[in-house]
T-cell receptor, first 113, second 114 residues
Framework: NAGVTQTPKFQVLKTGQSMTLQCAQD?????MSWYRQDPGMGLRLIHY???????DQGEVPNGYNVSRSTTEDFPLRLLSAAPSQTSVYFC????????????FGNGTRLTVT | AQSVTQLGSHVSVSEGALVLLRCNYS??????LFWYVQYPNQGLQLLLK??????LVKGINGFEAEFKKSETSFHLTKPSAHMSDAAEYFC????????????FGPGTRLSVLP
């Protein structure tokens, strides 16, 4: 069982470059989300989706874009990378049921120089 | 709005000693509570969760946590630490009945000394 798969695992970008972080899940989960993890700050929600065609902003959405064309995929786009976006990014999914846990991918470590 | 605090960004215990990681939350409605563990260079893995019912919940790897509504706490314990328990631990809360709006604490890094 693959669960939540994120690619790439590591990425280095120069300031101003754009890129897409991929996330796919095979559990037929309606809810998908993107978090960034920074030291001492826990996880902060960037964007989320409650189903195909539906996305919304989280706590820290600026500089990021998402789309959800299928249930399985939820890519995160960095439009013009900045050093402040250096972080570890996690994709997570769950069913839309109270008390359901989030299932996480293994993360993408992004460095912007 | 919900929030989570975890007392101690770094906790060290000796192998075989009791592990106690503290989590306090604020929520205006009954919450769902979770503990996750993160090993180096990996994603977060669910340790245990509280939804309803019994307030003492058991999880994987010998961990357990007790929901105390009067103290708004959900502390994580393990009677005897093992070297393999060294990791970062995150407490999370949500009051959402649709599986979203999780709020995570800042995390506690557990070191286990031989």
């Amino acid at each position: 069982n693959a669960g939540v798969t994120q690619t790439p695992k590591f990425q280095v970008l120069k300031t101003g470059q754009s890129m897409t972080l991929q996330c796919a899940q095979d559990m037929n989960h309606e809810y998908m989300s993107w978090y960034r993890q920074d030291p001492g700050m826990g996880l902060r929600l960037i964007h989320y989706s409650v189903g195909a065609g539906i996305t919304d902003q989280g706590e820290v959405p600026n500089g990021y874009n998402v789309s959800r064309s299928t249930t399985e995929d939820f890519p995160l786009r960095l439009l013009s990378a900045a050093p402040s976006q250096t972080s570890v990014y996690f994709c997570a999914s769950s069913t839309r049921t109270g008390g359901s846990p989030l299932h996480f991918g293994n993360g993408t470590r992004l460095t912007v120089t | 709005a919900q929030s989570v605090t975890q007392l101690g960004s770094h906790v060290s215990v000796s192998e075989g000693a009791l592990v106690l990681l503290r989590c306090n939350y604020s929520s205006s409605v009954p919450p769902y509570l979770f503990w996750y563990v993160q090993y180096p260079n990996q994603g977060l893995q669910l340790l245990l969760k509280y939804t309803t019912g019994a307030t003492l919940v058991k999880g994987i790897n010998g961990f357990e946590a007790e929901f105390k509504k009067s103290e708004t706490s959900f502390h994580l314990t393990k009677p005897s630490a093992h070297m393999s328990d060294a990791a970062e631990y995150f407490c999370a809360v949500t009051a959402d009945n649709y599986g979203q709006n999780f709020v995570f604490g800042p995390g506690t890094r557990l070191s286990v000394l031989p």
